[in-house]
């Protein structure tokens, strides 16, 4: 079984290098960089590794990158990984032992380490965790993984600007088991440093609230910028 990892990138110079050598110490059979416009060097510094496939996006936006990524993707689990998080050495093998032993189990997530110290982001940690566990939500840092058949047959991620990652989950709730592994993803802390662990923890509430209320993702982004 053959893991691809795609990597949606935008304006990453900073992160995408030890993004894309987490995945490949991790065991990537292949690792997809998916660029959405960077004006810094993300392209170049990613292409400076000949095994990793570089492409760019004609349209912004993660949903997007992430479903071209696919399309030109070989494995046979498709392993979605922000350019601010870092898959931990032995991570994908459990990935595989998890999806090879359980064909109920069609997508899931890995456990996230915040890669700051404090009570405040173990409390962030295991809210997440819950969240998954309980509501089957798993978000975009926590390192989406899915069946590559069962990607394609729900179409990837909705063509959306914003909150993909929320629908899509809910999309598969529905399909089959979802898992959260026990391994780790390293996360980084910067959103929550820039903005407060409160103020963007109550901030995310209230985006998933009005999300389920009816607001469109397209106005819901306004209130989430892309800052790095």
Same mark, same amino acid.
């Given at each position: 079984?053959?893991v691809s990892v795609i ?16 995945? %490949? ?8 960089? &998916?660029?959405? !416009? ?13 095994? #990793?496939? &570089? =492409? ?15 399309e030109n993707a070989a494995?046979? #689990?498709?392993?979605? =990984? ?60 926590? !390192? ?23 629908? =899509? ?9 979802? #898992? ?8 980084s802390a910067r959103r ?5 662990? =409160? !103020? ?7 985006? &998933?609230?009005?999300?389920?209320? !009816?607001? %469109? ?12």
């Amino acid at each position: 079984m053959k893991v691809s990892v795609i990597i949606p990138a935008l304006n990453e110079q900073q992160t995408i290098a030890s993004a894309i050598a987490s995945a %490949t110490n991790a065991g990537a059979d292949e690792v997809i960089v &998916v660029d959405g !416009g960077s004006t810094d060097q993300t392209t170049q510094i990613a292409a400076r590794d000949a095994a #990793v496939k &570089v =492409l760019m996006s004609e349209q912004a936006g993660r949903a997007a990158q992430q479903n071209l990524g696919a399309e030109n993707a070989a494995g046979d #689990v498709f392993l979605f =990984l922000h350019a601010d998080c870092r898959l931990t050495p032995g991570s994908i093998l459990v990935l595989v032992n998890r999806i090879s032993s359980s064909p109920e189990t069609i997508a899931g997530c890995f456990r996230q380490r915040i890669n700051q110290p404090g009570f405040r982001y173990r409390s962030l940690e295991a809210g997440n965790l819950w969240r998954v566990r309980l509501l089957k939500w798993a978000y975009g840092d926590q !390192g989406i993984f899915v069946r590559a058949s069962v990607f394609r047959h729900h179409n990837g991620f909705p063509d959306v600007c914003f909150l993909e990652d929320l629908l =899509l989950m809910k999309k598969l709730r529905r399909a089959g088991r979802i #898992v959260v592994l026990n391994s780790h993803i390293e996360v980084s802390a910067r959103r929550w440093q820039q903005r407060g662990v =409160l !103020g963007q923890t109550l901030r995310n509430w209230l985006i &998933v609230a009005l999300a389920h209320l !009816g607001v %469109t993702p397209e106005r819901l982004s306004k209130f989430y910028p892309n800052e790095r």
